[in-house]
């Protein structure tokens, strides 16, 4: 990919990134968005040479974005020690904290089940649950027609509803 390519596509995927880090985590400041938004960028220009191997670079940016989010979200983990809370705090910390882990479970079998999913499926999945995409988006970004996302989408979800109810 030359230089003036990958500038349109920065700029193209520029605004998509730094929307869908602020719907990923609004309690961080702008300045956040705009780290993950640069360092998004810097991958791609590393790997400029290959994007043409990308059916979509504009979803791999996405999901390099996402990644590098959760990544500093979990490096600026904080914690808060239980004896320098008021006891009523700590019940309730407590709670929280099996809230959490119920969460992060809930959380891990949805992933399971996403990763079940052939590629195709798990790409418009993850586009438009967890990048929080327009059908009509996800048809530009990934070249389908939205009627075919949209039935790409109703299987997805049809043979994850199969895959939880065979846990069950």
Do not use: C
């Not at 043409?52 to 791999?60: F, I, K, N, T, V």
């Not at 996405?62 to 320098?84: C, F, K, N, P």
């Not at 407590?94 to 089940?113: H, I, N, P, T, Y």
């Amino acid at each position: 990919m030359e230089r003036n390519e990958f500038e349109q596509l920065a700029e193209n995927v520029r605004g998509h990134i730094l929307t869908m880090v602020e719907r990923l985590a609004p309690a961080q400041a702008p300045e956040f968005a705009e780290d993950v938004a640069q360092d998004t960028l810097l991958k791609l220009w590393t790997l400029r040479q290959r994007l043409d191997e990308y059916a979509s670079p504009q979803a791999l940016a996405m999901t390099i974005a996402r990644r590098r989010a959760i990544d500093l979200l979990r490096e600026r983990g904080q914690t808060v020690a239980l004896d320098s809370v008021a006891e009523p705090e700590a019940e309730r910390a407590v709670a929280d904290a099996s809230e959490a882990a119920a969460a992060d479970e809930r959380l891990g079998a949805l992933m399971q089940a996403v990763e079940s999913l052939p590629p195709g499926q798990q790409l418009v999945v993850r586009m438009r649950h967890f990048d929080l995409l327009e059908i009509d988006e996800i048809a530009r970004l990934t070249g389908q027609s939205p009627g075919a996302v949209r039935t790409s989408l109703s299987r997805a979800r049809g043979a994850m509803r199969r895959y939880f109810l065979s846990r069950e």
